[in-house]
T-cell receptor, first 110, second 118 residues
Framework: QSVLTQPPSASGTPGQRVSISCSGS????????VYWYQQLPGTAPKLLIY???QRPSGVPDRFSGSRSGTSASLAISGLRSEDEADYYC???????????FGGGTKVTVL | QITLKESGPTLVKPTQTLTLTCTFS??????????VGWIRQPPGKALEWLAV???????RYSPSLKSRLTITKDTSKNQVVLTMTNIDPVDTATYYC??????????WGQGTLATVSS
């Protein structure tokens, strides 16, 4: 049981917009930054979004992040086949004094 | 350019101690703000954070595994070592180390699979 809650799956057709939610609490998302990671099949996770809505260089602007209260979301616009991957949210948890991850969302491009 | 690489045994017997080494380049763990963390992923399951060590030797552990984990650094060798005691088959996972800075875990190693079996 992950501290951060994500839907197990999401899907869309090429070109569509897909949104993934990440629900937490006041001890994590409500008081700390949210990070998103993309994990392509058989590879290590890759940082996609940091500090809620910042993209590292090289990450397409099709990916965007937002945070509101104790929840966050990742949006993928103009969905492409290469976006098929698992996506994880993460945040620092003040009560646990450690990092917490979501359970991951598998995005399928139909 | 920051790179990290994990190394360790591929097969471990139950009750033994697992020792994993993260060898990195492109940054120094003596630089203010730098850290290295360990995250694991059982086959087909989610990521789980284990521990992190910072430039000032400050350490944090997952509360659920704290009694079994020890993280140390060797700044001169650019290495971070994680030991996990009393290994069980449920600890079978790919273990990743990652650079921790002001952008969270922004660089990851390729991971090393450790299988626990007698």
């Amino acid at each position: 049981q992950s501290v951060l809650t994500q839907p197990p799956s999401a899907s869309g057709t090429p070109g569509q917009r897909v949104s993934i939610s990440c629900s937490g609490s006041s001890s994590n998302i409500g008081n700390n930054n949210v990070y998103w990671y993309q994990q392509l099949p058989g590879t290590a996770p890759k940082l996609l979004i940091y500090r809620n809505n910042q993209r590292p260089s090289g990450v397409p602007d099709r990916f965007s992040g937002s945070r509101s209260g104790t929840s966050a979301s990742l949006a993928i616009s103009g969905l492409r086949s290469e976006d098929e991957a698992d996506y994880y949210c993460a945040s620092w948890d003040d009560s646990l004094s450690g990092w917490v991850f979501g359970g991951g969302t598998k995005v399928t491009v139909l | 350019q920051i790179t990290l690489k994990e190394s360790g045994p591929t097969l471990v017997k139950p009750t033994q101690t697992l020792t994993l080494t993260c060898t990195f380049s492109g940054f120094s763990l003596s630089t203010s703000g730098m850290g290295v963390g360990w995250i694991r992923q059982p086959p087909g399951k989610a990521l789980e954070w284990l521990a992190v060590i910072y430039w000032d030797d400050h350490k944090r552990y997952s509360p659920s595994l704290k009694s079994r984990l020890t993280i140390t650094k060797d700044t001169s060798k650019n290495q971070v070592v994680l030991t996990m005691t009393n290994i069980d088959p449920v600890d079978t996972a790919t273990y990743y180390c990652a650079h921790s800075g002001d952008r969270g875990f922004d660089y990851w190693g390729q991971g090393t699979l450790a299988t626990v079996s007698s």
